[in-house]
T-cell receptor, first 113, second 115 residues
């Protein structure tokens, strides 16, 4: 069965610091990869997704993620965070042509003003 | 806003009772998936419905069941509630067939507490 690991449960940063959140998955076949974000009191929403092509994917709000197939990783980055990036971030994986989205445990990010 | 609504927002039940949670998707969203998110964890896939038929299930017992209706609404039913069923229940919908290329749009969730 596929699984997703997010290495950090909590991250605390100051504004303007760079952010990198790790995500590794365990499935060896072709996968599609997602990062979702949940701002306080709001719905889960899609930040970015990777299906194929350029392994460096750009999403909303200045986020990007890099798919490294050899490392089974899909790390999320943002060069300079803002207080409004305080949220919980979830990495998710689905097998190509599959229907079961598997989420990691999430990383809570707190950005101090 | 994702166009996906859920009701009720919060619910308190006791062990052994039954509960029905509801989800309303956008028009044209033929696929709906349900997830359970326990406190401090990521969402876990319960099952998916496509055109009113179950189209895949996660590791949840049969006392978790669902229905999908032609008007893009759906239900999650849980029988014989257990304390461990306390969680946030999320529904997500997407257009067309349940392929992995479609973005899933999530509702705000129903917080279920079982006492």
């Amino acid at each position: 069965a596929q699984s997703v690991s997010q290495h950090n449960h909590h991250v605390i940063l100051s504004e303007a610091a760079s952010l990198e959140l790790g995500c590794n998955y365990s499935y060896g076949g072709t996968v599609n990869l997602f990062w979702y974000v949940q701002y306080p009191g709001q719905h889960l929403q899609l930040l970015l997704k990777y299906f194929s092509g350029d392994p460096l994917v750009k999403g909303i709000k200045g986020f990007e993620a890099e798919f490294i197939k050899s490392k089974f990783s899909f790390n999320l980055r943002k060069p300079s965070v803002q207080w409004s990036d305080t949220a919980e971030y979830f990495c998710a994986v689905i097998k190509a042509a599959g229907n079961k989205l598997t989420f990691g445990g999430g990383t809570r990010v707190l950005v101090k003003p | 806003e994702t166009g996906v609504t859920q009701s009720p927002t919060h619910l308190i039940k006791t062990r052994g009772q039954q509960v029905t949670l509801r989800c309303s998707s956008q028009s044209g969203h033929n696929t709906v998936s349900w997830y359970q998110q326990a406190l401090g964890q990521g969402p876990q896939f319960i099952f998916q419905y496509y055109r009113e038929e179950e189209n895949g299930r996660g590791n949840f017992p049969p006392r978790f069941s669902g229905l999908q209706f032609p008007n893009y609404s759906s239900e999650l039913n849980v029988n014989a509630l257990e304390l461990d069923d306390s969680a946030l229940y999320l529904c997500a919908s997407n257009t067309g067939s349940p392929t992995s290329t479609d973005t899933q749009y999530f509702g705000p969730g129903t917080r279920l507490t079982v006492l």
